[in-house]
């Protein structure tokens, strides 16, 4: 079974702290996202990542950095937190290869910053 | 500009009945179209997604979704909702550069 994991459930951490959010997916996919969700907004695309070591900015890059030193390892780092940046954090893969197309989620993480 | 808009960010409906849940997307994205749902404190997950021939596309859970070219719709539907399909619904719709492009979501509200 196909899987996307993401390291937290649930995090509390304290304005300016640096926090890292870690994904981990199976599947040998080329391309990892990571997105915020926020009602009303539906998903917004922070950043994504087509190779190891390769990154591109998504609509709202800023605030966030991303790291991929592995293919199956991308990470989100806020690196100091506002509270503007409570939210849920969703992380993607998926291969672009046609007919096999289809967007893997892990189970997100929801952060408070306080 | 390309965009997927869903029409209704609350659809409430009661239990067995039939329900439509709207999505358009802007003709500069491609007809590649996704419906994902998203059950309390999850991820997203895909419900089904069309590529190419049939418009008609059957997913998971009774659903299923018309492509129509002509007005640019992918609406999701289902003859008979039940308590557990309570969630949200996102219609997405993949661009020329293989980034999918989101719509608002939806919210199913089903009552008893």
């Known amino acids: 079974d196909v899987k996307v994991t993401q390291s937290s459930r649930y995090l509390v951490k304290r304005t300016g702290e640096k926090v890292f959010l870690e994904c981990v997916q199976d599947m040998d996919h080329e391309n990892m996202f990571w997105y915020r969700q926020d009602p009303g907004l539906g998903l917004r695309l922070i950043y994504f990542s087509y190779d190891v070591k390769m990154k591109e900015k998504g609509d709202i890059p800023e605030g966030y950095s991303v790291s991929r030193e592995k293919k199956e390892r991308f990470s989100l780092i806020l690196e100091s937190a506002s509270t503007n940046q409570t939210s849920m954090y969703l992380c993607?893969?998926?291969?672009?290869?046609?007919?096999?197309?289809?967007?893997?989620f892990g189970q997100g993480t929801r952060l408070t910053v306080v | 500009a390309q965009s997927v808009t869903q029409l209704d960010s609350q659809v409430p409906v009661f239990e067995e009945a039939p329900v439509e849940l709207r999505c358009n997307y802007s003709s500069s994205v491609s007809v590649y179209l996704f419906w994902y749902v998203q059950y309390p404190n999850q991820g997203l997950q895909l419900l089904l997604k069309y590529l190419s021939g049939s418009t008609l596309v059957k997913g998971i859970n009774g659903f299923e979704a018309e492509f129509n070219k002509s007005q640019t719709s992918f609406h999701l539907r289902k003859p008979s909702v039940h308590i557990s399909d309570t969630a949200e619904y996102f219609c997405a719709a993949m661009d020329s550069n293989y980034q999918l492009i989101w719509g608002a979501g939806t919210k199913l509200i089903i009552k008893p």
């Open positions: 993607a893969s998926w291969s672009p290869v046609l007919g096999y197309t289809e967007a893997f």
